[in-house]
T-cell receptor, first 115, second 112 residues
Framework: KAGVTQTPRYLIKTRGQQVTLSCSPISGHRSVSWYQQTPGQGLQFLFEYFSETQRNKGNFPGRFSGRQFSNSRSEMNVSTLELGDSALYLC??????????????FGEGSRLTVL | AQTVTQSQPEMSVQEAETVTLSCTYDTSENNYYLFWYKQPPSRQMILVIRQEAYKQQNATENRFSVNFQKAAKSFSLKISDSQLGDTAMYFCASDTGNQFYFGTGTSLTVIP
């Protein structure tokens, strides 16, 4: 069974540009969540999608947005990039509806560098 | 909102020794899960161990075990017989079924 796949793995952008990151969850997983990981801050929750609907959203500005497609693949977009957006962006999928035991399965991440 | 606190940014342990990573959390929920995740250098995050809050018995997974103190809202991870492959960032997390909350992580280095 294929794991969570994130593309691209690495990318470099300049301030003001926008970026789109993609995540393909494990087959059968309908919940996809996104996290921003920076040194010293740990993982900060961005948002979670389930069946194409955003279920939860973290405390990030509106420049951060996402969506989920009917095949459960998800994309997140960051517009008007700032230097502080440089981070590892992690995607995780899980099987909701199984109580609280829905373990998160993570992808390898997309490392974004903003110059 | 929940908070998860890991007060040890970095730790080291000699190979074959035992080390304990600390984690405290704050939640008003009655039912929740707690997790320890491991992120090896340049590799993806994987689950180490999980604990259901309503279970008194501490979870164990081979060399990994937890000390779950519900009243104190403490959830520490003990790694026995440390191996070089245990070198990684370790994240404590809580989940009420709605959202995961992660700590800032503890960087563990196993010294040969």
């Amino acid at each position: 069974k294929a794991g969570v796949t994130q593309t691209p793995r690495y990318l470099i952008k300049t301030r003001g540009q926008q970026v789109t990151l993609s995540c393909s969850p494990i087959s059968g997983h309908r919940s996809v969540s996104w996290y921003q990981q920076t040194p010293g801050q740990g993982l900060q929750f961005l948002f979670e999608y389930f069946s194409e609907t955003q279920r939860n959203k973290g405390n990030f500005p509106g420049r951060f947005s996402g969506r989920q497609f009917s095949n459960s693949r998800s994309e997140m977009n960051v517009s008007t990039l700032e230097l502080g957006d440089s981070a590892l962006y992690l995607c995780a999928s899980r099987l909701p509806g199984q109580g609280l035991s829905g373990e998160l399965f993570f992808g390898e991440g997309s490392r974004l560098t903003v110059l | 909102a929940q908070t998860v606190t890991q007060s040890q940014p970095e730790m080291s342990v000699q190979e074959a020794e035992t080390v304990t990573l600390s984690c405290t959390y704050d939640t008003s929920e009655n039912n929740y899960y707690l997790f320890w995740y491991k992120q090896p250098p340049s590799r993806q995050m994987i689950l180490v161990i999980r604990q259901e809050a309503y279970k008194q018995q501490n979870a164990t997974e081979n060399r990994f075990s937890v000390n779950f103190q519900k009243a104190a809202k403490s959830f520490s991870l003990k790694i026995s017989d440390s191996q070089l492959g245990d070198t990684a960032m370790y994240f404590c997390a809580s989940d009420t079924g709605n959202q995961f909350y992660f700590g800032t992580g503890t960087s563990l280095t196993v010294i040969p």
